[in-house]
């Protein structure tokens, strides 16, 4: 009983009744624990009863109690008769059967961690169950409250209130600086632009709200040029998924945007103040004189604030502006004219100086000409032995050209072989080093998805830590089942001594149902005998009485025997049932049964003075 | 209460005074075209030969007893008081009957026509919703943004006619949504305090 | 989260205190921040110190593109952290750095990125008055209950520069008819509370 007293203890404790440590059997139980614990088990198996937690103080109220806590047992199929009594006036046995029952009943964890939500889905519904409830529970403030209508918590979190700071998602172009460029380097044009006119991207759009927007098209349009351009080269199957005609689009405006941006950007800073001189004369350096430029920039003072002169002032200005213009106008002339010019001769220059190695080459040519000629006209005189002469030259000549050949050929065959091995091995490197690059890369995405599960797997554990943490630490249980074990082992061995029992009950049995056959028929062989012999002989006649005497005697015996065996049978259920009665402490029950209905009296006393009174009081009143 | 009318309408509802029952009625069914469809003047022109009168006297009457109808209407006469005016204008017991029957069968719509006639602000229809969350944007790819957007249907009502006006299309998130409901709640409940009752029953 | 090749790029002077002192570092990463929040404090370029102004210039925009970009993904720290330190060579004290700033700034910029969007007009507030009508011009005795409804929804002008407007929806009801529209209400708020319990 030890043990399911623990198991029970330790149960109840589990579902929070807090019971002391000292108490370790259901005997050590108060009325008001066993009451507390009935009902907090019966909260968890039927939540909507909502009886009170402890006894209350009134003698009738406890009774009431005890009453709905015996009908909900019931209701719940509790077997066995139960009342008021069974938790009120508790006996060992009866309480102990009644919270094997109820917590046979309560329900099993297992269950509940089913219910936990697992998928993808379950787990938005849940995100969106709690983002709901934040917002309900927000108490309402007008819009005015809000910072760009977006609610602030105290634990982090926000959430919008109101639409009139929202912006669309338009953008413009950027252009960033391309600091280092792996494959060709950054023209000195360029980095000097970067430098000095490009400006931060913050004061390249238009609007401060496009500043987000253009980033992220920036970001994105470049990836997926690079993504289309790294796609059409391999094969055209990958390159179906991205619609054909946006990439176009996009690539068309990406070089337009790269063509335009120069231009653009001088004109954004052609606004900005100073720097547009700065920049002008920048400009004009490249086509004009000094001269222009300084009328140029008169044009542009004066252009920039014509209201902040005086009238008289703007008058004699404007004359002078006249001239200038005039001077302007001339001056421009005669550089269109100069460039004119210019541009002629050039043109005229490039001709000659095209002309010029053809020219070269022809004369080169007729100085060569003229050299053999001479020569031949110097041999002339002497001709046969010239011509002999010349012949032996050709010859020897041709037998150098032979084994020149032989020679050329020798030392060409291993240069060719030495050059067709280093290709090989030039191609095996090439396409060792591409599998090594193929490789790295492979163990570079290996890596990260290693990483990644490593992050997933340790999100995992420390999840399942602190899951492991909040189950209590149930080191009993394997203990419990260990006992269990042993009980059901020692239950076993009782079992066969029980057999053994009765298998030598039963050949006693038989043993004596034998004897008895046996006196029987050798009683009756003898009293046979006896009676025979009785009518000759006196003797025989006396034996054969002391025999019928004997007989009957020992039969008496017998059942004296047997009668006693039965007492002492009856006196151990006697004895029985006198420790199950004393097991009831019938005794303290009914002590406290008399005390109770003294008590209650005395309630009903006190109440029934109570009514007398206010009776009283109310003729008084009404008198 | 007795009508009073102006002169120039009392002569212009004089003629009928004088005919016979059955014309009277057939002013009555003419006056209930002209509520209808509004005036016609080939049925003028026709009854104005058998009369023997000129249109405009006819179309005058016509219009005459619409107003009277309306102006009986707006004043809320009862039968009592209806009667007794026929009388003093002049109509016959047997016309008045008529009159009478005439007033109180067309009593209803009139009212009704004249009960919407006084504002031009739109009135409610219809209040359609729907509870979305915004799970991603081109902006911010992960969020939960809880939204009830909403589609308010207005109507513009010129008489008995209702002309279908805007359609509006909001949105608003929970705790608007709450304090919204809550808000016009209070309206509501305010239509049945003891202070709207007791005004209502002191001001009839 | 993917970076392109230019912002790749000009996050390298980042990624380690040769290029761009730790002092720079933390100040362009404050300006990026408070311009990403639309926080009226800038501070200029040139407060930087003498740096080479190209590479400022690419440092600037690819710190504002990774920090909208994380941002817009709700990338973990550690992702961010371990993407910055193996893809873009990012030493271990600059990626931390980097990372806190994120962390810390990360709800902030969220709510910032939330912006930008087209949505309908927003209730935000609802105002009534109950009239009792005595007598209109065409008729003597109207006695009837009435209701103006003005309801105010937050939108932003197109034509003003998307800026901040309230509208002011104003419709009359009768009893019944704002009974009908508070009953629809009602369903929603209920159908709203029920998805919050689970």
């Known amino acids: 009983m030890e043990e399911v007293d623990n198991i029970i203890i330790h149960s109840l404790r589990k579902i929070g009744c807090d019971i002391e440590d000292e ?30 937690h402890s006894l209350p103080p009134s003698m009738s109220a406890r009774f009431r109690l005890g009453a709905s806590l015996a009908q909900a047992c019931v209701d719940l199929g509790y077997p066995g008769e139960m009342g008021y009594q069974t938790f009120l006036y508790s006996n060992e046995a009866d309480v102990r059967r009644v919270f094997m029952f109820l917590i046979e009943k309560l329900p099993k964890e297992a269950e509940k961690s089913i219910i936990e939500p697992a998928g993808r889905t379950e787990i938005l519904v849940k995100q969106i169950g709690e983002v709901l409830k934040k917002q309900l529970q927000s108490p309402w403030l007008p819009s005015y409250c809000w910072r760009r209508g977006v609610r602030w918590r105290e634990d982090g979190s926000w959430s919008r209130e109101g639409c009139g700071h929202h912006q669309p998602f338009s953008s413009c172009d950027l252009n960033i600086p391309k600091t280092v460029n792996l494959k060709n380097d950054v023209s000195q044009a360029w980095c000097e632009y970067y430098v000095r006119y ?18 992220i098209n920036f970001n994105e349009k470049s990836i997926a040029l690079k993504e289309r351009l790294s796609l059409s080269v391999p094969s055209e199957s990958i390159c179906i998924k991205i619609p054909q005609r946006l990439l176009t689009c996009l690539v068309q405006d990406v070089e337009k945007s790269s063509q335009l941006d120069f231009s653009q950007q001088l004109m954004y800073v052609n606004d900005s103040g ?33 209201t902040s002169v005086a009238l008289m002032k703007q008058k004699q200005e404007e004359e002078q502006l006249e001239k200038t213009r005039e001077e302007v106008e001339n001056f421009v002339e005669v550089t269109k004219e100069t460039l004119l010019s210019v541009k002629k001769l050039s043109a005229k220059l490039a001709q000659l100086n095209e002309d010029l190695p053809g020219e070269e080459k022809a004369l080169k ?69 591409q599998k090594q690059a193929d490789a790295v890369r492979a163990l570079k995405e290996k890596a990260r998805e290693l990483s990644d599960e490593i992050r997933c797997k340790e999100q995992l554990h420390s999840q399942l830590v602190a899951e492991y943490e909040s189950i209590s630490k149930d080191t009993k249980r394997s203990a419990y089942t260990r006992r269990i074990m042993e009980i059901i082992g020692n239950i076993r061995k009782q079992k066969e001594e029980i057999d053994k029992v009765i298998n030598d009950t039963r050949e006693l049995q038989k043993e004596i149902n034998n004897l008895t056959g046996r006196l029987d028929r050798s009683f009756t062989d003898a009293d046979e005998r006896i009676f025979r012999d009785a009518k000759k002989d006196e003797v025989a006649r006396r034996a054969y009485k002391l025999l019928a005497t004997l007989h009957s005697d020992c039969s008496e015996l017998v059942q004296m025997v047997e009668e006693t065996g039965a007492t002492v049978r009856e006196i151990r259920d006697l004895e029985e049932q006198i420790e199950i009665e004393s097991a009831k402490n019938v005794g303290a029950n009914l002590e406290r049964v008399s005390a109770d209905l003294k008590q209650m009296k005395q309630e009903n006393a006190a109440l029934t003075a109570q009514l007398k009174s206010k009776l009283q009081s109310n003729n008084v009143k009404t008198v | ?79 009592l008081d209806f009667r007794d005016s026929m009388l003093t204008l002049g109509f016959s017991e047997a016309h008045q009957e008529i009159l009478s029957a005439f007033f109180e069968n067309k009593k209803e719509e009139i009212l009704n026509v004249l009960n919407n006639y006084s504002h031009d602000l739109p009135h409610f229809k219809d209040l359609e919703w729907r509870f979305e969350v915004q799970l991603a944007s081109r902006s911010l790819q992960h969020q939960i943004t809880p939204l009830i957007t909403m589609k308010l249907s207005l109507e513009n009502r010129r008489g008995s006619v209702a002309i279908p006006g805007e359609q509006l299309v909001l949105q608003t998130d929970p705790t608007n949504l709450v304090h919204l409901t809550q808000v016009l709640e209070e309206a509501l409940l305010e239509a049945r305090s003891q202070h709207t009752r007791r005004f209502q029953r002191y001001i009839k | 989260m993917n970076l392109s090749d230019d912002i790749s790029q000009g996050l390298k002077p980042l990624g380690n205190s040769s290029a761009i002192n730790d002092e720079c570092f933390m100040k362009l990463l404050d300006m990026c921040v408070s311009v990403i929040l639309e926080s009226e404090e800038t501070r200029r370029l040139s407060q930087l110190g003498n740096m080479k102004l190209d590479v400022l210039k690419a440092a600037y925009a690819s710190l504002l593109s990774v920090l909208i970009e994380a941002a817009r993904h709700n990338v973990d720290s550690e992702v961010l952290s371990s993407m910055l330190a193996q893809d873009h060579n990012f030493s271990s ?56 409804i003005q309801i105010q929804a937050e939108t932003c002008d197109e034509s003003m520069d998307f800026k901040k407007i309230t509208k002011k929806i104003k419709f009359v009801c009768t009893v019944e008819e704002l009974q009908d529209f508070v009953s629809k209400l009602k369903d929603a708020v209920k159908h709203v509370e029920r998805l919050a319990v689970v």
């Open chain 1, 198 to 215: 490009l400006p931060l991207v913050t004061d390249q759009v238009a609007n401060r709200r496009q500043l987000v927007p253009s980033l």
């Open chain 3, 93 to 148: 004290s600059r990626a931390e750095k980097l990372v806190k700033c994120y962390v810390e700034n990360r709800t902030k910029l969220q709510a910032s990125l939330s912006h930008i969007g087209k949505h309908p007009p927003h209730i935000v507030d609802a105002n009534w008055t109950l009239d009792y009508c005595i007598k209109d011009s065409s008729l003597d005795h109207v006695g009837k209950l009435q209701y103006l």
């Open chain 1, 274 to 306: 100073e720097k547009s001189k700065l920049n002008q004369s920048a400009l004009s350096d490249k086509f004009q004189n000094s001269q222009v430029t300084t009328a140029v920039q008169n044009l542009d003072d004066i252009r920039t604030d014509p």
């Open chain 1, 365 to 433: 040519e007729l100085e060569e000409r003229y050299a053999v000629k001479k020569r031949t006209y110097d041999l002339l005189p002497d001709a046969e032995a010239n011509l002999s002469k010349l012949q032996s030259m050709v010859e020897s000549s041709a037998q150098k050209l032979v084994s020149l050949a032989a020679q050329w050929e020798k030392h060409r065959a291993p240069l060719l072989e030495q050059y067709r091995g280093a290709k090989e091995r030039n191609s095996n490197k090439a396409s060792e080093s």
């Open chain 2, 1 to 79: 209460m007795l009508l009073i009318l102006q002169d120039d309408h009392k002569q212009h509802i004089n003629i009928l005074v004088t005919q016979s029952e059955q014309v009277l009625q057939d002013f009555c069914k003419l006056s209930l075209e002209y509520l209808k469809r509004g005036p016609n003047p080939k049925l003028y022109q026709s009854a104005a030969q058998k009369l023997n009168v000129q249109p405009e006297v006819i179309r005058n009457a016509v219009e005459g007893l619409v107003h009277l109808l309306i102006r009986s209407c707006k004043q809320k006469l009862n039968d």
């Open chain 1, 23 to 52: 108490i370790d059997s259901l005997k050590l139980f108060s009325p008001e624990l066993v009451v507390q614990a009935a009902v907090k088990c019966l909260d968890i198996i039927q939540p909507q009863l909502g009886l009170p």
